[in-house]
């Protein structure tokens, strides 16, 4: 099964990084988020990624040109044409990823459509290229084989950036809760789609809005609550959340 990676947008918030590479290759440790995030799926194994570059989409495209031989200890044979010999197999070796260019300002639903010739008449799997999260991917698969709609798309509760206060009408606090899980369940990506999902989307849709509103009003979009682990990486103050997790050496999403 096909991962669809949307790894093509400007990322504004974090614009001292992405003024000079796009959002998913913002490091966290010494590797981009793209690249956790595509070890995350092949540790469930799903390896087959299709990742739709935008901005900036050299950036993509060069490194995983030389990935394998910035990764390797290899020799150069120059008398064969510069042919190369690597002395180890990198853990990566089974995976096949697609790069498309999908545009630099092309919206979310708009990259999908893209990339339809590279997924063909099949269900896949889809999520957004600046987040990690510990969902089981098994049983997401399994919640959406179960109820036979077109697409499922993961809920998460993120947690809140401020404390909660219990007050009483005079004034006196009662509690205080420090960064709470929201009561509400939000879109965190860690989608699967059937085939039929092209038939809601245009060159330029927004999956969020449009595509998504009418799969609703059809009956054709389910939730997969997931209550454990989601992080997305708008800012700073969550790219060094994630970085701070690595550093621990407790990361949940580390499931290789």
Not at 195 to 200: K, L
């Amino acid at each position: 099964m096909k991962i669809v990676i949307l790894a093509g947008g400007l990322g504004t918030r974090l614009r001292e990084e992405t003024d000079i590479k796009p959002k998913p290759m913002i490091e966290v440790g010494q590797h981009p988020i793209l690249w956790h995030l595509m070890k995350f799926y092949a540790a469930h194994n799903h390896s087959d990624f299709v990742v739709c570059a935008g901005y900036k989409g050299e950036v993509i495209k060069n490194w995983f040109a030389n990935y394998r031989v910035l990764s390797s200890d290899f020799s150069v044979h120059f008398r064969s044409h510069d042919k190369f010999e690597f002395h180890s197999d990198l853990e990566e070796s089974g995976w096949n990823v697609t790069i498309a260019d999908t545009g630099a300002e092309t919206m979310t639903g708009g990259r999908i459509k893209a990339v339809q010739r590279y997924i063909g008449n099949e269900t896949f799997m889809c999520t957004y290229g600046d987040g990690l999260a510990d969902v089981d991917i098994s049983k997401l698969l399994a919640f959406h084989k179960e109820h036979g709609k077109i697409a499922t798309l993961t809920t998460v509760r993120p947690v809140s950036r401020f404390g909660i206060l219990e007050m009483e009408e005079d004034g006196r606090v009662e509690s205080f809760r420090e960064k709470p899980q929201a009561d509400g369940w939000i879109n965190g990506g860690f989608f699967v789609f059937e085939p039929q999902i092209f038939d809601y989307l245009e060159d330029n849709s927004v999956l969020e809005q449009e595509p998504l509103n009418r799969l609703a009003a059809d009956g054709q979009l389910m939730g997969f609550k997931h209550d454990g682990f989601w992080q997305p990486m708008d800012t700073y103050r969550e790219l060094t959340i994630l970085n701070d997790l690595w550093k621990s050496g407790s990361a949940p999403w580390k499931v290789w």
